[in-house]
């Protein structure tokens, strides 16, 4: 069961007053910015291995790939914790829909290095809390990670926004930032390889290596990665999974993309000219983690029995910098 808390609010908001977009940074743990930014309990947010643990995985330099994403939820959905071997377990309540992720570790700008496109074909990376039935991508070029929201798109939300000025793509050797898990690679399956962790949206601290048991009610937030075998012994990505934002309307506990026709091959560099000449200082704040109070079905609006605070789960963008909100 989810525990539904007052509503929180990242206690920079003073800061992103002044210049809202480029004042968007996210806690990644080293995966797409840098380790200082993150409260990590390791030295760089990278954790050694254990004797008998296999190699960390490596990214080709380059590769396409395109993904089933599962969307699991409902009153059981702490039951079927990713990752999945394939669809989630029988019993588990899901959707299914489609996208595709685009990596260039070669790509070189004035942002920096490595260009990144995950797309998502009619439902929209269910991690914000809003409706997500509509299409959107995800384009990072250097440490610039900009949004293009596509048809079906909330009226305020605009075409395009800076999601964040220091998200780059993640490094060819990321998964040395998540820890290894046993459990999630039996799940997985011969071969697999798992790493995931619950973080303290809290505190930002980790609070569990693996996806289960399920961390949701104590305001935890998974992030996780498997990798499996193939037949030719190669060990390639096989999902990554992660918590979406639990509650209505994206009432997405569970999320995982499991990756289907992945292929080493170079993106055409027309990929990149969607946004490659824009200046990001000029394109306003997504709002995705914090949407407008106006907008239709945001929980924001969501009231606690017996309170007039509003009411919403944590999220990615609150990891660490949670503040109470005074209720008037």
């Known amino acids: 069961m989810i525990t539904i808390r ?16 480029m004042a968007q940074v996210y806690q990644t743990y080293g995966t797409h910015n ?5 409260p990590c309990q390791t030295p760089n947010c990278v954790y050694p ?23 699991v939820y409902g009153p059981d959905a702490s039951k079927y ?12 309540t899901y959707q299914t829909s489609y996208g595709a992720t685009l990596y260039d570790s070669t790509w070189r700008g004035k942002s920096g290095e490595g260009a990144m496109e995950e797309r998502y074909d009619q439902y929209c990376l269910p991690i914000f809390p809003l409706d997500n039935h509509f299409s959107c991508k995800f384009i990072s070029l250097g440490d610039t990670a900009y949004f293009v929201a596509g048809e079906g798109r909330p009226t305020w939300m605009p ?39 619950w973080v303290s949206a809290q505190n ?21 990665y498997g990798f499996q075998a193939n037949v030719k012994g190669e060990v390639m990505p096989q999902s990554f999974y992660f918590s979406g934002y639990p509650l209505a ?12 026709s992945f292929a080493a091959t170079q993106p ?51 990891i660490g910098r949670w503040k109470v909100r005074t209720a008037p």
């Open 6 to 21: 007052p509503l929180l609010i990242l206690s920079g908001v003073g800061m992103m007053m002044a210049n809202p977009a």
């Open 249 to 260: 309307p994206a009432n997405a506990p569970f999320v995982s993309q499991n990756y289907t």
């Open 159 to 197: 075409k395009l926004c800076l999601f964040s000025p220091l998200n780059h793509p993640p490094r060819r050797d990321f998964v040395s930032h998540l820890p290894y898990s046993a459990a999630d690679s039996a799940r997985i399956g011969p071969g697999g390889q798992g790493y995931s962790f």
């Open 81 to 92: 914790p990713p990752p999945y071997a394939g669809k989630p377990p029988q019993g588990a």
């Open 204 to 224: 930002g601290y980790v609070m569990q290596v693996g996806a289960s048991p399920d961390r949701t009610a104590d305001g935890g937030i998974l992030f996780g």
């Open 268 to 318: 055409s560099p027309d990929i990149w000219a969607e946004v490659s000449g824009i200046d990001p200082t000029t394109l306003p704040a997504c709002q995705l983690f914090d949407p407008p109070e106006t907008a239709g079905g945001s929980t924001n609006a969501a009231l606690k029995a017996g309170s007039s605070a509003p009411v919403r789960a944590p999220t990615w963008g609150d």
């Open 49 to 71: 291995r254990a004797p008998g643990n296999p190699p960390n995985p490596l990214w080709p330099v380059y590769w396409q790939s395109n993904w089933t994403m599962y969307r």
């Open 34 to 38: 840098p380790a200082d930014v993150s």
